[in-house]
């Protein structure tokens, strides 16, 4: 008899436009194998029938509840907010909290009796239950705290600033306290595992093996320097990348090479792009559900992160590839990769344009690292990580249920 997971979820992952959805798609298709799965989303968006089959078609039970909550802007809101942080209470956890799905988890854990609650990222602890009859486990994308602090650190505004303050604080605490009831954690990578360790004392931490395909390309020339970024704007680590790069980065380049283009695949948001320095040679291509052919095109796959935590998975697309990439070191946290080798590091505005001219002018230092990033995926990311993340599971499985 196969055991039964109750796998809580912030967003459903289908269509899988992002990494966090990748990475949860990857983990119910991986889990399905071998457990029942009774998977609860609460969803910014209400999915399509045809996709709510893809899950359905690996035999996991489907309950979704939608909330425009999610995506509701907290400046249309100020009194709410307030209220939520007098009362000790993080945008981060009230952005998800559903009244009408709290009673109706319950009556799943009661009729349908889990062995497992699986909580896929930290804000769904909301709706564990009083009483602890399962083993929990978290599969947390992000160390909360730790990528508030990044925000912080980097917004320029003063009032934005002073919320993320208080956002980052109530954040500590609620993620301290939560920490503690999972018998079980799965970090995203040795970096979250050590941030675990050294923020809040947590030792019961795996690392997930993640598995991601080799993509085969067929590369399209193009007569100008293709420079790519692919995120969702409304992301503020994406956005501020994408603006720092406009505003510190592109002018640089484009000093040295005046033909070099810069093109962004992903939502847009226009309320960040009114403060953005344009040019003509920048292309916003908004949301595209196939981005095969910007990333035929693509030159130099740009990662100017100064904000984020986890692992930007978008790193992974450009590896898998074999687009040459050039990173803040934030941008490849995570990853065992090296400055030079699968990848060019820079974290200042100037070195960052240096490293992105240098590759543009060098075909073969192109191809070199084009080459180094392949490998990588191969060895660090095959279809055989899908093997060993089962045998992690059962092994947590089975020390949580010896007796």
């Known amino acids: 008899m196969k055991r ?13 436009d992002g990494g966090g959805k990748i990475k949860t798609l990857q983990t119910l298709e991986t889990l399905a194998r071998e457990y029942r799965i009774y998977a609860v989303f609460i969803s910014e968006v209400k999915p399509k029938k045809e996709d709510l089959q893809i899950l359905v078609k690996l035999g996991i039970t489907v309950k979704v509840f939608y909330s425009d909550r999610v995506l509701a802007s907290v400046k249309k809101d100020l009194v709410g907010l307030a209220w939520h942080f007098i009362r000790g209470i993080s945008h981060y956890q009230f952005q998800y909290f559903l009244a009408s799905a709290r009673p109706a988890i319950q009556k799943i854990i009661d009729d349908w009796k889990p062995d497992v609650i699986h909580v896929d990222h930290l804000n769904m602890s909301q709706y564990l239950p009083k009483r602890k009859q399962q083993v929990w486990i978290l599969e947390h994308h992000n160390v909360e705290t730790y990528l508030y602090w990044t925000r912080f650190i980097h917004s320029p505004a003063i009032l ?28 995203i990578s040795d970096v979250e595992r050590g941030r675990l360790k050294s923020i809040f004392g947590r030792t019961n931490v795996s690392v997930q093996p993640l598995v991601y395909p080799m993509m085969h390309l067929r590369r399209l020339s193009s007569q100008h320097s293709h420079i790519l970024f692919i995120g969702n704007l409304g992301w ?14 592109f002018p640089l ?26 040019y003509p040679n920048v292309f916003l291509h908004g ?37 040459p990439i050039v990173t803040t070191s934030l941008g490849v946290d995570g990853l065992r990769v090296m400055h030079n080798r699968q990848c060019l590091v820079g974290d200042s505005a100037n070195t960052f344009a ?9 075909p073969m230092l192109q191809r070199r690292l084009a080459q180094e990033g392949k490998t990588y995926i191969r060895q660090n990311h095959s279809p ?13 499985l089975a020390y949580r249920y010896a007796p």
């Not at 993320?164 to 920490?179: A, G």
């Open 384 to 396: 055989d990580q899908s093997v060993r993340f089962l045998r992690m599971y059962h092994n947590i």
């Open 354 to 362: 240096q490293q992105t001219i240098r590759l543009l002018r060098s």
């Open 287 to 323: 949301y595209q559900k196939d981005t095969i052919p910007y990333l035929s095109c693509a030159d130099v796959f740009v990662l100017p992160f100064r904000m984020g935590g986890g692992l930007r998975l978008k790193s992974f697309t450009a590896l898998a590839s074999k687009i």
């Open 4 to 16: 039964k997971i109750l796998y809580l979820s912030q967003a459903y992952p289908y269509p899988a």
């Open 160 to 187: 934005r600033k002073l919320y993320l303050l208080i956002e980052m604080i109530l954040t500590y605490f609620f993620e301290r306290k939560m920490l503690t009831v999972f018998d079980h954690i799965l970090a």
């Open 253 to 278: 380049i484009v000093q040295e090479i005046p033909d070099a283009e810069f093109h962004v695949v992903g939502k847009r948001q226009l309320r960040y792009e009114r403060n953005w320095q344009m």
């Open 236 to 249: 503020p680590p994406n956005e501020d990348a994408v603006g720092w790069f406009l505003r510190a980065i």
